[in-house]
């Protein structure tokens, strides 16, 4: 039997591509908040002895995490045989340690809670700084897919003589790979952060690249501090062309998204693992193929 499709929270517009796909059946979930603002959940779809593939959007997860749980453990209780989460955009990653006494981690307390429901999870790009990889967290099988490609295409469609910025050490990791996919130059920045709102970055000489459209890119664009405080510099320095700034993850707290463009940025992309008017690079293609991939 096919797997069963669900979806909570998802854009219509990321499951478009599943909807026509032979390879799932499709199945419905009613969430929805009693009066009371405690959630009710109903399975529409028969989930007994079914292998169900859950695509979830959990940015801003406080109010979802809980509606998502009592899903899957009705979904367990109701009979399901195996259940899959893909989760575009994994939450609660950037807590990764103590860095104050007194802290909770909660990256970890997390991903316990979320793996103690399923079986097995895809995300795409999770905040990976000090751990090294999903496995440090989570104990069931994790596939992580990277934006690199999708955003080297976009860039190499768009950008004429791109110079790729990463912001800090830990943005090497895509910066690279995309440099290298479009044989442009790279460079990386040294950010410490020192609140939410405040960043220090130390700048190498860019004086040979004058001529380059400088293309910043980063995992997750929250308060948009990293960006703007590069911006800044950028134009400080009197590089001939704005930068474009470029996120795979469009948190955008506040007005991020605003205030990024009003700093200067040419123009402000990124993938639709969270929907926001900026979303210019489709992620929904490399789900859709890695599930393709899994003998269910
Ligand atoms: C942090 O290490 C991440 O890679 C991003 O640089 C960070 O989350 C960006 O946050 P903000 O937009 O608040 O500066």
């Known amino acids: ?21 032979s390879q799932f059946d499709l199945g419905n979930l009613t969430v929805r908040e009693f009066p009371d603002q405690e959630s009710y959940i109903k399975y529409d779809s028969d989930v007994k002895k079914r292998n169900l593939v859950f695509i979830v959007a959990l940015d801003k997860p406080n109010t979802k995490f809980l509606p998502l749980i009592f899903a899957l453990k009705t979904a367990r209780e109701l009979g399901a045989s195996n259940i899959g989460l893909v989760v575009p955009y994994l939450p ?45 967290i989570y104990q069931i099988p994790t596939t992580v897919l990277h934006a690199n490609d999708l955003i080297a295409n976009w860039i190499q469609h768009h950008v004429s003589s791109p110079l790729i910025i990463g912001p800090d050490s830990e943005s090497e990791q895509w910066v690279a790979t ?34 380059f459209t400088p293309v910043l890119v980063d995992d997750i664009i929250s308060t948009g501090t990293t960006m703007i405080e590069v911006i800044k510099h950028l134009k400080n320095i009197k590089m001939k062309a704005a930068p474009i700034c470029i ?5 955008f707290a506040h007005h991020a998204y605003e205030n990024i463009l009003a700093a200067g940025a040419k123009s402000v992309i990124t993938c639709n ?16 193929n890695c599930l393709t991939n899994i003998k269910f």
């Open 178 to 211: 995309i440099a290298k996919t479009i044989n442009t130059p790279y460079k990386i920045l040294e950010k410490t952060r020192k609140s939410d709102n405040i960043v220090q970055i130390k700048f190498p000489n860019l004086n040979d690249y004058q001529d």
């Open 92 to 136: 609660y990653m950037r807590q990764d340690k103590q860095f104050l006494s007194g802290e909770a981690v909660t990256s970890k307390y997390f991903s316990k809670m979320l793996a103690d429901s399923i079986d097995w999870l895809i995300t795409i790009d999770p905040h990976l700084h000090r751990y090294h990889s999903l496995n440090e």
């Open 273 to 288: 693992t969270i929907e926001h008017v900026s979303n210019a690079i489709d992620m929904s293609i490399l789900i859709k």
């Open 1 to 21: 039997m096919k797997p069963l499709l669900l979806s909570l929270y998802t854009p219509s517009s990321f499951l478009d591509g599943f909807k026509d796909s």
């Open 247 to 251: 996120g795979v993850h469009a948190i």
